[in-house]
């Protein structure tokens, strides 16, 4: 299994050709100290064998479509459901887990960066149309971790990739994300349905609810409260509907670790972010460090179009066709 690194005079980002996974990032915190920010484990033998989401890029479709079924000017497509009822992160065989063509980059704009290139077959997954896809990681002199996404396809099909790192700006396995605080430009969100298992096709407000983080909160203040959609799923597993989204990239959400003193700011253009505390994490893997992953071992912060977007005509469009470019750019800037 390759794997590439990214530097500047800070940050380190270490990915490998399976899934484009993020493996480590490193960072200094205010004292200079450096720790690796990404959930994860100590080595390939584990990566490999582990949870093939952590740091992966997902897709075709990342996140849930309900029941796998969606509909494109009147033809009905049904994708494998690989969670439960639903289709998930781009079904069994998913982005995550293909091997990706990797080169170096020169760009202005870029201390190092490289081109992550897939080609996903007509029929792949079920889905419509060969899709080819350009990812391009990028590290900038001023600490930004740049992901670029474009893709193109031969028919209308249905897109939404993402990154998919769980982010522990104290250190992975050092100790509980549970006490970073969180603030996101989001007003409102989309509630889950536990029939559906995924969103409802509701835009509610954050206003009075624990899932208001529009001022800089601890997680865990919103983990603790006895909210159904919390109890739902022991914890957030949500995706928050970013203010003024207009498609040009702006800041979206900031998470800091008060100990560390380690701050990341989230830029995107994109509509939506899930937040993902991982509820599903019990502590039986080992991770980094050597220390059990557990529920809040780190928190997911997936830029992306909203969840079963293609069966809610007032979500935004997961629709591309033929001769448009789809377009992602999402900026883990650590500060
Ligand atoms: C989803 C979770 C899911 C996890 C799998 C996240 O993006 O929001 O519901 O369990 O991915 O790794």
Redesign the pocket.
Known sequence: MRSYTLKNKNIEVTFIERGGQIISIKVPDVKGNIDDVVVGYDSMDEILAG?G?FGAL?GRY???IVEGKFEIDGEKFQLDCN?ETNH??GGNDGFNSRIWAVAPLTSDKFVQAYQLSLTSEDGDQKYPGKLDVSVIYGITEDNQFVIEYEAETTKSTVINL?S?AYFNLGGAGKASAENHKLQLNASNYTPISAELGTVSGEIAPVAGTPFDFTSPKEVKVACDTDHEQINM?NGI?HNFVIDGSDGSVKLVGVLADPKSGRKMEVYTDQPGI?I?TG??FDGSETGKNGAPIEACAGI?M?TQIFPDSPNHDHYPNAILKPGEKYKHVCIYKFC
């Open positions: 949870d989401y997902c990342a996140n849930r969670n998930l992160h993402t998919h799923i597993d899930q993902y509820a599903h997911a997936e």
